[in-house]
């Protein structure tokens, strides 16, 4: 094939209305994923941007001078982030787990077991979706406060040990196994814990995994309830303790953006180890559902 002949092939390639389109919706998808980025970036930089250089104004994309000191000093000098970070570890993997125990047995129980009221119970579940969740602070705060649990991990962890979104997906999740498993696993002598325990909740792992990292991402990033029942800095989570060190050190903008990075660094590392089973547990819940 002479030059010419390859010249005029690459152009009709690159004029194809296929390519045409693929070209445009690359460019779109990677401009939108560059905007969402945008912001972090630029936390990480005014993070190891010094104080003089700041004060002396204008935007960079690159700072002329760099400098870690800032890090080091959350890192190694200050140990009070890594008890703020251990709170939210804890708090957010105990509701993680209470969550997926309780959702699933409630999930089981109105999919797999004959008791009266089923389908109100499950209405009253997908009911409470319409219910804000402001209008419920009040009436927890004093069930907390009755029960002197106010200043206590547990402040944080039973209101939220259930939700009806768990619920509503695995209720979903639950219908699409095939009952054959069931009396298969009833013929061969299983009790209703062993079915669930042994069968469903196997068969269950991608939902699971999905729900879970939903319930861990969102109790690491509360803030409104923990700042309403904790009194203690000491038991503080991320969260609270970020706004805490913005407000002391409102004139150093790279210690906040600093005390920013390290807070959202863990959720960053969780969704890079579990993205390929959201997604596709996501796929799968929107195909069955």
């Known amino acids: 094939m002479s030059n010419a002949d390859r010249s005029e092939s690459l ?6 209305r ?17 905007v969402f980025f945008i912001p972090y970036v630029r936390m990480f930089e005014l993070s190891v941007t010094p104080l003089s250089v700041m004060s002396d104004g ?3 994309w690159i700072p002329p001078e760099t400098t870690f000191a800032v890090w080091e000093r959350f890192l190694f000098r200050e140990p009070i982030i890594y008890r703020w970070a251990w709170n ?7 509701t993680t787990f209470i969550v997926l125990v309780v959702d699933s047995m409630i999930a089981f129980s109105i999919t797999r077991l004959e008791w009266p009221g089923q389908s109100l119970v499950l209405g009253i579940i997908m009911a409470s979706f319409m219910i804000p969740g402001y209008v419920n602070i009040i009436p927890l705060y004093t069930v907390i406060n009755d029960l002197g649990l106010l200043n206590s991990y547990w402040a944080i962890i039973l209101p939220f040990a259930a939700g009806p979104l768990g619920v ?3 209720v979903q999740f639950f219908r699409d196994i095939p009952e054959e498993l069931e009396e298969a696993a009833r013929l061969d002598g299983f009790s209703q814990f062993r ?5 469903i909740l196997p068969l269950s792992t991608p939902i699971l995994t999905a729900l879970g990292l939903f319930v861990f991402i969102w109790s690491w990033n509360q803030f409104l309830w923990p700042l309403i029942v904790l009194n203690n800095d000491q038991l503080y989570t991320l969260p609270i303790g970020v706004v805490i060190l913005r407000d002391v050190n409102a004139l150093a903008p790279n210690l906040i953006m600093t005390s920013l990075a390290i807070a959202s660094l863990p959720l960053f590392i969780v969704f890079l180890l579990f993205q390929d089973k959201l997604i596709s547990s996501v796929q799968m819940q929107a195909g069955t559902g």
């Open 168 to 170: 509503f997906l695995l």
């Open 18 to 34: 296929d390519t045409l389109y693929r070209l445009g919706l690359y460019l779109v998808m990677y401009g939108l994923a560059a």
């Open 58 to 60: 204008g935007f960079f």
């Open 195 to 199: 079915i669930y325990a042994q069968i």
């Open 88 to 94: 939210t570890l804890l708090i957010a993997s105990i």
């Open 11 to 16: 152009v009709s390639r690159l004029t194809d």
